[in-house]
């Protein structure tokens, strides 16, 4: 038996790899369609009949990138994420993310371990306004091109710009940006998940285009008019716009024949929609309306007398039946449900208690800004948590968010993701609302560290990037539900665990040829020199598609650190002197925990041959089998 070791370029280093992932998926569905490892397209052309489009016009939504975005999204990244504790809150009990960095990149590295795992995605990505900025990707060199502009890196003055309308791609740089991103976060969400898209009149159309070709048109589920504004601008030239537009497509829907589809969940009744209601008689049931208790059809048995308590007999109208037999009608009596008004001598109808009708509402399409909070609301919350100071420009309100959450999922436990997350909304809301109604829903915010402007208020005040501001936004809205319930807000998870985005910890081993004696050299240290156990651990949870909350023990076993990651699942050793005592150690703590799947990963200089043979002898005594080195 020997070690596999891990290298830069493996399956295993890179994040997930989607082009094998869509080839493995067509070799179930039509095996016939592989040759010799490659996918002959006349067969699989064959297998798929009509169904193939030849003509060469045929509807379709195209622009200038389009085919080089498509395959970015199927790229996978060579970046990993590398742990922040400093700047985390709770990072041992905590099992929210705030990941800084180009949110493609982070998206790809995602990939596996939270593959199906979204509930709900919301995103306010930049609206194209020719005024705010969007980001350019860079193909060859993705990574390195955001360590670059996000200044990272030696090179120098390598500014983000912003996409004006003079730029002949105007819209095509739009759609190059948004294209691969949200075809990556489909891929995230669970199967009976949904996706909300916040935009305005400058992209919407080509929103609702790429996202019918991504989520499917039969998954369109609403465009949701938000009223943002409630102050008519008069000085605009032809109307003032008041509303932005919530596009939201299901990873399936119900319309799509699938049962497995997203369900909406109704919104909590408010005692506006009470209205109509009253309580007359003060049955403590509560307020009640009361509808007639005749119907069209039925038969002669339905047209008794009915006597009302003061005496007077009533009998169904000219050609009508009463719409209950005479022995549901005592029982309803007697239940106190019929109304025989005020004095007793009325026509006898049924009661309907406000309590027992259907139990939430359907939201509308329009949400009014008395409803969900309006744009100054959002900036206003922002100042308030900041000493009265306006650090960042646009931020949602807490209620609108608060209602996607709530017509999410009637469950309050799932895995909500923001991947343009600004200030840090969609995190406050979440964990308002598990305030509200002990919920435990979890978060993952991914952002930029887009630089603030040198002459902002928020610059000036230490703030120089916006993922700085959002970090501190969430810790701050966090301290403040604290005080304001320090008992409710007990069990609930304030904190986040920082991740930021930067080169792999393993060292490349690309076939460079320039200074081959060096880079052998080097690749016998397969782990950069400036990384910690911390960051490689991490980046072998990506790899292996783990949850970045999993719970993680640490043990000093004969002078050797060692991980425990997910009770067991895997033990990762990345000491300079393994020996076969830490072996040992693994295999009796492996015995101790029992899981179901057991894989031990080594850091490969940290042994000598003969302590590594002594090693995968001890451990395979253990029922160790998968070992693995780095
Ligand atoms: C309109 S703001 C979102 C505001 C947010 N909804 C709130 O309430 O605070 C869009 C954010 O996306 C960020 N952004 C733009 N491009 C990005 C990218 N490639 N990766 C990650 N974040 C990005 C911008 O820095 C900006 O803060």
């Not at 007639?292 to 008794?304: E, F, Q, R």
Request: proline fraction near 3%; include cysteine.
């Amino acid at each position: 038996m020997t070690i596999e070791k891990i290298q830069q370029g493996d399956q295993l280093t890179m994040s997930k790899d989607i082009v094998a992932d869509n080839i493995e998926k067509l070799k179930q569905l039509f095996p016939e369609i592989l040759t010799e490892g490659k996918i002959d397209f006349k067969v699989l052309k064959q297998v798929l009949g009509e169904e193939i489009e030849e003509e060469e016009e045929y509807y379709r939504f195209t622009w200038a990138g389009k085919n080089r975005a498509r395959q970015e999204a199927h790229k996978p990244s060579t970046g990993t994420l590398r742990p922040c504790k400093e700047e985390s809150v709770d990072w041992d009990s905590t099992k929210n993310l705030y990941i800084e960095g180009d949110n493609l990149e982070v998206l790809k590295l995602l990939q596996k371990s939270y593959a199906k795992k979204v509930k709900m995605i919301y995103i306010d990505p930049p609206y194209n306004t020719g005024k705010d900025f969007v980001y350019k990707d860079n193909y060859k060199d993705n990574l390195g091109n955001y360590l670059e502009l996000t200044g990272q890196t030696d090179s120098e003055g390598n500014k983000l710009t912003t996409n004006t309308e003079s730029d002949g791609r105007y819209h095509s740089n739009w759609l190059n940006m948004m294209y691969p991103r949200l075809i990556l976060a489909r891929n995230l969400l669970k199967e009976d998940g949904v996706i909300f898209i916040s935009l305005d009149d400058n992209e919407i159309e080509n929103l609702k285009k790429i996202g019918n070709e991504i989520f499917g048109e039969d998954n369109f589920v609403a465009n949701i008019i938000w009223q943002k504004k409630f102050a008519r601008a008069n000085d605009a030239t032809y109307f003032s716009t008041m509303h932005d537009n919530i596009v939201c497509f299901a990873k399936q829907s119900i319309n799509s024949n699938k049962n497995s589809g997203w369900k909406l969940n109704l919104l909590p009744r408010t005692l506006d929609d009470a209205k109509g209601y009253s309580n007359p008689d003060n049955d403590p049931r509560g307020v009640w309306t009361s509808v007639v208790l005749s119907a069209k059809s039925g038969s002669d048995k339905l047209k008794y007398k009915i006597i009302s308590p003061s005496g007077r007999e009533s009998y169904p109208p000219d050609g009508r039946f009463w719409s209950v037999s005479e022995e549901k009608l005592q029982s309803l009596i007697d239940d106190n449900r019929i109304w025989f008004g005020r004095n007793g001598d009325g026509t006898p109808r049924l009661k309907t208690f406000y309590s027992e009708v259907q139990s939430g509402l359907r939201p509308n399409t329009i949400w009014f800004h008395e409803e969900v909070g309006h744009n100054q609301e959002g900036r206003q919350e922002v100042k308030s948590l900041f000493d009265g100071k306006g650090y960042f420009d646009g931020p949602k309100p807490v209620r609108l968010i608060d209602q996607i959450l709530k017509i999410t999922n009637s469950e309050n436990d799932f895995l909500v993701m923001d991947f343009f997350s600004g200030s840090g909304t969609t995190a406050h809301a979440v964990m308002q609302l598990n305030l509200e109604d002990g919920g435990k829903r979890r978060h993952i915010q991914v952002q930029l560290p887009e630089a603030t402007d040198e002459k902002s208020e928020a610059y000036i005040a230490g703030y120089k990037t916006i993922s700085q501001i959002g970090k501190d936004r969430i810790r701050r809205a966090a301290q403040k539900i604290l005080e304001e319930n320090p008992e409710k807000a007990k069990g609930i998870d304030l904190g986040f665990k920082v991740f930021k985005l930067d080169q792999s910890n393993i060292n490349a081993w690309d076939g460079e040829r320039d200074n081959l004696e060096q880079h052998l050299f080097n690749s016998t240290e397969s782990i950069k020199e400036d990384r910690t156990q911390e960051d490689v651990l991490y980046e072998i949870l990506l790899k292996y598609g783990l949850d970045l909350s999993l719970p993680i023990e640490e043990k000093i076993i004969a002078g050797a650190k060692v991980f425990n990651v997910g009770f067991g699942a895997i033990f990762i050793c990345l000491e300079d002197k393994i020996t076969k005592q830490v072996a040992q150690g693994i295999g009796e703590w492996k015995q101790e925990l029992n899981p179901e799947t057991c894989r031990v990963i080594f850091k490969d200089s940290g042994f000598t041959i003969v302590e590594k043979t002594n090693s995968l002898h001890t451990l395979r005594t253990f029922g160790i089998n998968e070992v693995r080195s780095i």
